[in-house]
């Protein structure tokens, strides 16, 4: 049952703006609110504190969620987003500053004795990976606070998730063809 609930809050998650596209078209007001402020609780109690850094945008979701629910403003749905895209932005650049960077870390669950010549590469991919969170968490407040509600559902459930694609594809087809030449 709890691996159930992980992988429902997960896609839950994952389709947050869909959902609130959804919820905020098709079911009656607050309803939307509050389903994702009970599955955010939930989320957090399956946490189980094995990812800190997850807790606070949970607890920011919860927030915004129950929030919106309480003042009847479905408008504070849409900056969810931003939140989860300044957590990652702040856990990336973080690391570049405290080491090992963010990719290095993920590299070293795949290959543990990574080459000192690695790391100025990795640093930089955590580069690239913090301007994308800024571009993603400007566009998401952006498209909170001044487009319509398809826009913002186009951007944060489609756009913003095929960037993130590319940027993991494209890096790993430089790596895997490119730097294995040199």
Not at 6 to 12: C, E, G, I, N, P
Not at 131 to 150: D, E, K, P, V
């Amino acid at each position: 049952m709890r691996a159930l609930l992980q992988v429902l809050t997960a896609l839950t998650l994952l389709a947050y703006p869909v959902a609130v596209y959804f919820g905020l078209n098709y079911l009656p007001a607050g309803t939307i609110a509050l389903v994702l402020c009970v599955l955010l609780i939930v989320r957090l109690m399956l946490q189980k504190q094995k990812v800190k850094t997850l807790v606070l945008p949970l607890l920011v979701g919860i927030v915004l969620t129950a929030g919106s629910y309480l003042a009847k403003r479905s408008d504070w749905l849409l900056y969810y987003p931003v939140v989860i895209n300044l957590t990652m932005l702040a856990l990336f650049s973080y690391s570049l500053h405290t080491g090992p960077c963010m990719i290095e870390r993920l590299a070293r669950l795949k290959e543990p004795d990574l080459p000192d010549a690695a790391i100025p590469y990795l640093k930089k991919v955590t580069l690239l990976w913090c301007g994308l969170f800024i571009l993603n968490g400007s566009m998401a407040a952006y498209t909170a606070g001044f487009t319509s509600l398809a826009t913002w559902t186009l951007y944060n459930g489609l756009i913003a998730y095929v960037l993130m694609g590319l940027l993991l594809g494209g890096e790993w087809l430089y790596r895997s063809f490119w730097l294995k030449k040199t």
